[in-house]
């Protein structure tokens, strides 16, 4: 084998053999291979592609780089739900406990905030108690326990893919759908998972902003699955404003406790509904969409799936009586509101209010900076809606007057108004099935 | 400045700024900006080529990495030439005292050969006592003194070509055109040359296996140069057989000497009279290529030029005597003749005469490979030729029986014939002259 010589091929085109995308990746987790001809390589497939099978094998290659977690001892068929990132994403807050009334157990790894897009790990930190870095053996406990176990990496799961994209993020060869792809799907699959739906964002605050693009991942990593024999479901949903009317770490834990309370934004429950009707589709067998959705509704109007959530926070060392009792959530000393100049909401732009969040101190711009989890922002408007001049559009919380007055300032061209009705926009665009989900 | 951003924009199609590109090789000179970094921009390139105006800047940017020769003090318009590689190319040899002889000063770098590429330092090194490594004033007292230097690299030119180049070599980034153009015509202007001939190879012995890629070559480094104020003229000859019929140090030595004593195999001295005549156009006023070649046969026959040569010779520390007594060159013990199928050669591979040529002893696989100046082939016909069935084709110089014997089965495959007559094919294929020159 010759790094060289396979660099040129995929340059000119061709098509990687399995034996020769396993040595390299394998050479180059091993530090054989050095990071310049990678970055060549990487470059080579963002202009030349890969095939269906190559995107496989790749997936394949980086699973075997490293530890992959046994999801058997859960005695179940594991669904995992993997968001390719948002704005105000508190998804799997309100799915996994929804799931988990319906009998799934939901045992997933999660990652951190980094950039204008949040992480499940810093909302879940924001609850007194809370532990995110729990052993293998830890996390299968409180999945058969609590039937929902949401922590940080147990283990080196897929090196190759954090050295790999490490490299991408400094040499331009982050947007290549294949290594998107099979980045996301390695690291899925490593963590155990059987089937998984994937919720891919598209718009102004998600990595891929056309549906083109969306639909073209979201069916990359079908076929990934397809080639590995994971069932996987694709929601496309809508990105362009901020999922929900939180943005911040305690508020998007309070927004999602309201949402299981039956007090949700419309947009958010219809989201987290069609999110978590998937995940049954695959989880169980049989069943139509419309059986399982009036379940999952059913389970929200009970309070049974309120219940599972405050369990699994108990289970995880988390203040359980923040269901009951926000003020154990951290919260800012300032807020301040921001008044619209009124209309109907035409646009929200949530990157635009992403990177505000993050200059509050809810995100990150590197990966070590540290976060502020009371800060963030609360809408009181989603596009379509009217709203009277002077009215509050959002309120800003804030660590200081300083940090809102600045925070308000970033965000006067955030929005457009129309003095005529505006459609409101479809929250779920498109959901592309796995075969095997006979829906 | 952001080496990512530009990563990006080349990637994406984008023209890089004059600033973007300076700031880069820059960077990527003093080791600011890591080898992978230049890796994927590199690929990038490859990809998306660069305007004339972007391959200007990246030449001038790599010409001001290092040290760059004047010479003004040689009182002469100096004109360099550059081969892009061959197989049997002694044409520096020949056509440096053939312009010498019609006035012109030759001041010039040349380099060692590598892979199936030979080169002007080695052939001149078989002469004994010829010393390659002089200082930049002995260089220039010798140009002074003999009209002729030929020396190895006698300062640090171009130090980010060399560390891009051997990127390059490991990165499957080299066939990139630009890329080429640059490095090349970066060491001859950090190496003082006012105008150049470039000696554009063309076919199955060459970097440019078609006349289409070395035409593009040829117009990029001709566009280079209008950018830079140097005059260039593109030779665009065949390549496909050897070039004359030598192949190996002191043989090509010995043919240039004989090429120089009026006895030369005609498609050399073809070649040799072509590129010398662009050579004294450039560097000389006035005069049409027919006069000037008419000069130059005049030289060749009268013995002027032989005299040159004999004189840089001697002036660069080497025994003048060879001219004479060839006997005074490294020469091998074995002699093997390969028979000849017979008929009409219509096919030599030059690529794989090289290749057996390096095994034998000749050129270098890796640059760190000890060279015997002895070794090498003699061909008796050239591709038109009729030879009878059984006469020798050509004749391996080896320093054993065992290589001669492995020589004559890797070259069995090598040669085509045909019972009919076969066109000579033309040496010289296309002439493509600087603007300046008006012939």
Redesign the interface.
Known sequence: MD??KI??RK?DGATLDPGEIQWFIKQYSRGAI???????L???I??QGMSPEETVELTLAMVHSGDTLDLAPLGKRIVDKHSTGGVGDKTTLVVSPLVAALGLTVAKMSGRGLGFSGGTLDKLESIPGYRTGLTADGFLRVARQASIAVVGQTAELVPADGKLYA?RD????VPSLPLIASSIMSKKIAGGAHAMVLDVKVGRGAFMETLDQARELAQRMIAIGQGLDRAVTAVLSDMNQPLGRAIGNSLEVIEAIETLKGRGPQELVEHCLAVATEMVLLGREGGTPQAVRAELAAALESGRALECFARWIAAQGGDARVVDDYALLPASPVQLDLPAQGGYLAELDARAVAMVTVDLGAGRHVKEDPIDHGVGIVLHAAVGDYVTPGAPLLTIHAASDAQATAASRALEGAARWTPSAVRRPPVVLEILRDPSVNA
């Open positions: 790094a060289v660099i040129e340059r050095p990071d310049y001809q990678a970055a060549a990487a470059m080579a963002y202009f490299l400094v040499t331009g060869t």
